[in-house]
T-cell receptor, first 113, second 115 residues
Framework: NAGVTQTPKFQVLKTGQSMTLQCAQDMNHEYMSWYRQDPGMGLRLIHYSVGAGITDQGEVPNGYNVSRSTTEDFPLRLLSAAPSQTSVYFC????????????FGQGTRLTVV | AQKITQTQPGMFVQEKEAVTLDCTYDTSDPSYGLFWYKQPSSGEMIFLIYQGSYDQQNATEGRYSLNFQKARKSANLVISASQLGDSAMYFCACTFGTSYGKLTFGQGTILTVHP
């Protein structure tokens, strides 16, 4: 059982470049989300989705786009990378339930130079 | 604003001893879920334990227990009989109201277990 798969694991971008972080889950979870982790700040929610075709902004959405065309996939797009987007990114999925935990991908370490 | 606070940036414990990691939360919503995650140096996020706001008893999972004090809005993680492999970053997180899956995280506590 693969769980939540994120690619790539590491990425270096130049300022102004664009890229897509991929996230896929095979647990039929309705809820998927993207977080970024910065030192001393825990994880902060970027965007989330409660099902195919439905997305919404989290706490720190600026500079990022998402779409959810299938239940399984939830890619995160950086349109024009900035050094402030240097971070570790996590994709997570869960059932839409108060009682269940979120499952996380392995993370993507992104550096923007 | 809904917020999670972990006031201990770092904690040290001797192997085989118990340790408590603090977490307080701020919400006026009567319905919420509290989670603890472990992040070892390899970077993955590992779910440890869950406590619902309506749960009457403190949650336990093996060596992990959650000291839930609703009136004080605290949800401290207790690790009994610490092991070297417990050295990691620990995050407290919460879902508020009907925002299932939408986690708000604390800043994290780095736990170091000494032999």
């Amino acid at each position: 059982n693969a769980g939540v798969t994120q690619t790539p694991k590491f990425q270096v971008l130049k300022t102004g470049q664009s890229m897509t972080l991929q996230c896929a889950q095979d647990m039929n979870h309705e809820y998927m989300s993207w977080y970024r982790q910065d030192p001393g700040m825990g994880l902060r929610l970027i965007h989330y989705s409660v099902g195919a075709g439905i997305t919404d902004q989290g706490e720190v959405p600026n500079g990022y786009n998402v779409s959810r065309s299938t239940t399984e996939d939830f890619p995160l797009r950086l349109l024009s990378a900035a050094p402030s987007q240097t971070s570790v990114y996590f994709c997570a999925s869960s059932y839409v339930s108060r009682y269940t935990e979120a499952f996380f991908g392995q993370g993507t370490r992104l550096t923007v130079v | 604003a809904q917020k999670i606070t972990q006031t201990q940036p770092g904690m040290f414990v001797q192997e085989k001893e118990a340790v408590t990691l603090d977490c307080t939360y701020d919400t006026s919503d009567p319905s919420y879920g509290l989670f603890w995650y472990k992040q070892p140096s390899s970077g993955e996020m590992i779910f440890l334990i869950y406590q619902g706001s309506y749960d009457q008893q403190n949650a336990t999972e093996g060596r992990y227990s959650l000291n839930f004090q609703k009136a004080r809005k605290s949800a401290n993680l207790v690790i009994s009989a610490s092991q070297l492999g417990d050295s990691a970053m620990y995050f407290c997180a919460c879902t508020f109201g009907t925002s299932y899956g939408k986690l708000t995280f604390g800043q994290g506590t780095i736990l170091t277990v000494h032999p």
